[in-house]
C-alpha cells in the first residue's frame, strides 16, 4: 500500500519541494500507539532532541533511550553528504517538530527533507535495510536531448559508479556528473544510512537503481527515496558542491 499511495503524489512532491521546505514525505509505519505524557513519550522526544545534537557534527545520528525494552523507542537521522553543519542541524529540528505533529501517537514513523531524514520505531532496526518505506519522485519532462533509452543506459552506469564508490566512502555517500551531448550533462548523487554495513549498502542502492525504469523511465530526473538509502538523478545541478 505504502508503494502505490507514494507513486500518485509523484508530480505534487516535486513542485512541493520545489518552492517550500515543507517535508518531501512521511509514514507513520508502526500500528501501534502511546499515549501523551507516557515513558515512550518522554523517552521519544529526549532520543529526537539527542539527535539534533548528535547529527550535525558528522551529518548522522543514532541512539534509543530508556531502561525498558516496552518504553525504549531506536532512532536514527542522516543529512545530505553535502549540507552544511548549520542547515543539517535545522534540518533535523523542523524533522523532530514535523514528524510530532504528522504522526502523533505512532510508535513508529519516518519523514524525508531535501536535506536529511529521521526514523525511529520501537524496535531496533539498525543495520537492516528498510524495504518497506520508499517512494519515488520525477521530473515530469521527457528527455530531449539524445534517444531515450541511450539517457537512460548512461543515468544507470552514473549511479551504478556513484554507488560503488559509496559504499567504500565513510560517509556512504557519492556524487558526480556524465556527459551527454555538447554541454549537457547529467548530474547524480547516491546515500546510504551509516548504520548499515558496506555490504547492506551496495544492495540497497542496487535495488534502487532496479527500480528506476517502473517509476522514471525517459524522464529528465527521477528520485528513489527509502529508510535505508536513497539515488537521484537530473541534468541540472542539485547540490551545493557545484
Known amino acids: 500500500m505504502a508503494y502505490k499511495f507514494s507513486i500518485v503524489l509523484i508530480s505534487f512532491l516535486l513542485i512541493q519541494s520545489a518552492i517550500s521546505i515543507d517535508p518531501l514525505f512521511h509514514f507513520c509505519f508502526n500500528s501501534q500507539n502511546f499515549t501523551k505524557n507516557s515513558v515512550y513519550d518522554k523517552n521519544l522526544r529526549k532520543l529526537l532532541k539527542n539527535l539534533s545534537y548528535k547529527t550535525p557534527p558528522t551529518g548522522f545520528g543514532i541512539g534509543s533511550t530508556g531502561q525498558h525494552h516496552d518504553n525504549r523507542p531506536y532512532g536514527l537521522s542522516l543529512c545530505r553528504g553535502d549540507v552544511s553543519r548549520k542547515d543539517c542541524k535545522t534540518c533535523v529540528l523542523d524533522a523532530s517538530r514535523e514528524i510530532h505533529e504528522r504522526c502523533p501517537n505512532n510508535k513508529g514513523a519516518i519523514i524525508w527533507y531535501d536535506s536529511c531524514f529521521l526514523k525511529y520505531n520501537d524496535v531496533d532496526f539498525f543495520g537492516k535495510i528498510d524495504n518497506q518505506n520508499r517512494f519515488y519522485m520525477l521530473n515530469v519532462n521527457n528527455v530531449t536531448m539524445v534517444e531515450p533509452r541511450e539517457f537512460n543506459q548512461r543515468a544507470k552506469a552514473l549511479l551504478t559508479n556513484l554507488s560503488k564508490k559509496a559504499c567504500k566512502s565513510s560517509k556512504m555517500f557519492a ?68
Open 175 to 242: 556524487n558526480g556528473e556524465s556527459q551527454m551531448e555538447e554541454s549537457k550533462k547529467i548530474y547524480g548523487m547516491v546515500q546510504c544510512s551509516r548504520d548499515v554495513s558496506d555490504v547492506n549498502c551496495k544492495k540497497c542502492l542496487d535495488d534502487a537503481i532496479s527500480e528506476l525504469p517502473s517509476c522514471c523511465d525517459s524522464k529528465q530526473g527521477g528520485r528513489v527515496v527509502g529508510g535505508s538509502c536513497n539515488i537521484r538523478y537530473e541534468i541540472y545541478p542539485f547540490l551545493n558542491l557545484y
